[in-house]
């Protein structure tokens, strides 16, 4: 077995922690702003120094190789630099990172590889600053159209398209990863819940991310006066609303253990607190591994009742998507490497969804989840123990070692 360096990476980790300071152990690095072009020329300087071969594609995503002794294609390690506002120094950011501290150990110990070995960082993750989330790796594996996402601007009206020409990180289509040029993709992730230290385990073997749908749930009624209006003559849609959220907390609740839903978004028409609401929406987030649970939950949504204190009620589908397995012999080295290197693991589904998920339909992937201290994630209070995130890329190296000797 080989071993990463302890040291070096906490090193990194401190490095990049500047980049994006929020002040209270967090960073707001939004995708492509000043703060992520540090991260980025950082990751380029020491890309350089160890004698790497840089590229940029057509998105800013970045590519830094060691080359293999034969001509075969590359195993790509990678994860995204872009944190969300006031977000922590471990999400994404852990991936390249140990990605790197990867290429680094194989480098500085000069240990041969077959297969050239590649760093990478996606392009705006996040979607905090262009929605939506996973948008490069989303364009690089067809999910989304590049024109339309060109044209995806932020708060100050500046577009992605203008935002990354302007980054000098434009590269070539060419470089793109994809399926002739790369053999294999592996991203090491925090959890970002609770699971993993609740149990006292070190590693997650992730074997897929969940699949989920997302509804939107309308009550309508009637506005009228908050002061004159008798409670027995209202309709009022939030009331209705309610009604509906407390009953869905108890139909979902019974579904299945592993099942999370989540109400995460209310609009409330007019929103003023001297007039009864005639139009309320909410959002509903579930997610399962099973499609089958998924499936149990759109039957309980079909089966709202169409009134609720005399308002209507409706609802659609906003998006939905399939659980996506990872390549389950990469999935058994992970566990094989946690095992030999003597960390206790636990295999799990990832909830959140990520880079890794895309590429999976174009290359064989899989992920690696290190804990999140009592599960915070997308806060400046997010931390993963620097044992933890070594022993991560600890597995992250061997299992990259065993897929190049595959
Ligand atoms: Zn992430």
């Known amino acids: 077995m080989h ?133 490069c790796s989303g364009i690089v594996t067809g999910k989304f159209d590049k024109a339309a996402m060109m044209a995806v601007k ?18 070539d289509l060419s470089k793109r990863l994809n399926p002739s040029d790369y053999a294999a993709y592996l991203e090491l992730h925090i959890e970002q819940g609770p699971v993993l230290e609740d149990a006292g385990i070190t590693l997650g073997v992730v074997e897929g991310v969940v699949g989920m749908c997302n509804y939107t749930i309308q009550t309508r009624g009637q506005s009228d006066h908050a002061g004159t209006t008798p409670m027995n003559k209202r309709q009022d849609a939030l009331h209705a609303a309610s009604q509906l959220i407390c009953s869905l907390y108890v139909s979902l609740g019974a579904i299945d253990p592993d099942l999370v839903f989540t109400f995460g978004h209310i609009d409330c028409h007019p929103n003023v607190h001297t007039v009864i609401p005639d139009e309320v929406s909410f959002s509903l987030d579930a997610r399962h591994r099973d499609p089958a649970v998924v499936g ?35 999935v058994d080295l992970v566990q094989k490497n946690a095992e030999a290197l003597g960390y206790s693991w636990k295999r799990m589904y990832s909830g959140p969804g990520h880079d890794a998920q895309y590429v999976q339909d174009m290359l064989p992937s899989t992920m690696i989840f290190v804990p999140s201290i009592r599960g915070h994630s997308h806060c400046e209070e997010e931390k993963t123990n620097l044992d933890d995130c070594w022993k991560g890329a600890n597995v992250l190296l061997n299992t990259v070692l065993d897929i190049d000797r595959a």
């Open 3 to 135: 071993i990463t360096s302890k040291e070096r990476l906490q090193e990194k980790i401190a490095a990049w922690s500047a980049f994006g300071d929020a002040g209270h152990g967090g960073i707001t690095r939004l995708s492509l702003s000043a703060p992520a072009l540090q991260a980025r020329a950082e990751f380029a300087r020491r890309a350089k120094e160890l004698g790497l071969t840089l590229e940029t594609d057509d998105l800013g995503n970045m590519y830094a190789t060691r080359s293999g002794s034969e001509k075969l294609p590359r195993i790509a390690m990678g994860s995204h630099m872009d944190s969300v506002v006031c977000g922590g120094n471990y999400d994404g950011i852990l991936g390249v990172l140990t990605g790197l501290e990867v290429v680094e150990t194989l480098a500085r110990e000069k240990i041969p590889t077959r297969h050239p070995i590649t760093a990478m960082v996606w392009t705006n993750e996040e979607g905090a600053r262009f929605p939506p989330a996973m948008m």
């Open 154 to 171: 932020d708060k100050e009206g500046v577009a992605f398209g203008e935002a990354l020409e302007k980054s000098g990180y434009l590269g």
């Open 296 to 330: 149990r939950v759109v039957e309980a949504i079909k089966a709202l009742p169409r009134e609720v204190v005399g308002c209507a009620v409706s609802f659609q589908e906003a998006w939905s998507r399939n659980t996506v397995p990872f390549h389950k012999p990469f």
